[in-house]
């Protein structure tokens, strides 16, 4: 089975700062790859999803993510940090059918 | 706004009630998903239904019941919870492969369930 494994469960950074949050794979095939966020009590909304078209992917609201093979990962960055980013964001990773697996999530908070 | 609709929002119940929740989509899907998501704890799928016919059941106890009569509505029927039971539950809904790129989940809001 596949899996992904999200390191920090909490990050916090400062308004303007730079955003990593780290994002690993398990994987035998190329997969597919996304970030999601999520506020609360909301529900899952994609940033950003890689589907071999290209290594650098942007999503919205300023994020984007690299696919690195290499590294399995899938790193997600933002330049400068909002207040409104914080929020809970999970990666996550489908295999060739339905399923999808979460990573445990990181709490973003930004300081003001 | 992801054309994933959860209702209700908001769910009290006591142990002994049954109740359901509902989810629809018009994305043009075949794949839905149940999951819950309790605090302190990773998202967990319970449900997949692909086509209309129940895919895969993560060991969730009998007490949650899905129905899926068409491939825009699942529902989730809840009969005698225990409160551990409290949590997000959400629903998604996917195409079927990947093919053309389509290859994410969406969401619902999600019903937010206390069991008393």
């Known amino acids: 089975a596949q899996s992904v494994t999200q390191l920090g469960s909490h990050v916090s950074v400062s308004e303007g700062a730079l955003v990593l949050l780290r994002c690993n794979y398990s994987?035998?095939?190329?997969?597919?790859l996304f970030w999601y966020v999520q506020y609360p009590n909301q529900g899952l909304q994609l940033l950003l999803k890689?589907?071999?078209?290209?290594?650098l992917v942007k999503g919205i609201n300023g994020f984007e993510a690299e696919f690195k093979k290499s590294e399995t990962s899938f790193h997600l960055t933002k330049p400068s940090a909002h207040m409104s980013d914080a929020a809970e964001y999970f990666c996550?990773?489908?295999?060739?059918?339905?399923?999808?697996?979460f990573g445990t999530g990181t709490s973003l908070t930004v300081i003001p | 706004e992801t054309g994933v609709t959860q209702t209700p929002r908001h769910l009290v119940m006591g142990m002994t009630n049954k109740k359901s929740l509902k989810c629809e989509q018009h994305?043009?899907?075949?794949?839905m998903y149940w999951y819950k998501q309790s605090a302190k704890k990773p998202l967990e799928l319970m449900f997949v239904?692909?086509?209309?016919?129940?895919?895969e059941n993560n060991s969730v106890p009998s007490r949650f019941s899905p129905e899926c009569p068409n491939s825009s509505h699942l529902f989730l029927h809840l009969h005698t919870l225990q409160p551990e039971d409290s949590a997000l539950y959400l629903c998604?809904?996917?195409?079927?492969?990947?093919?053309?790129?389509?290859?994410?989940?969406?969401f619902g809001q999600g019903t937010r369930l206390t069991v008393v």
């Open positions: 998604a809904s996917s195409h079927p492969g990947t093919g053309g790129g389509n290859t994410e989940a969406f």
């Open positions: 994987s035998s095939v190329p997969p597919y």
């Open positions: 890689y589907t071999s078209a290209a290594t």
């Open positions: 996550a990773v489908r295999d060739t059918g339905n399923q999808f697996y």
């Open positions: 994305l043009g899907h075949n794949a």
């Open positions: 239904y692909n086509f209309k016919e129940q895919t």
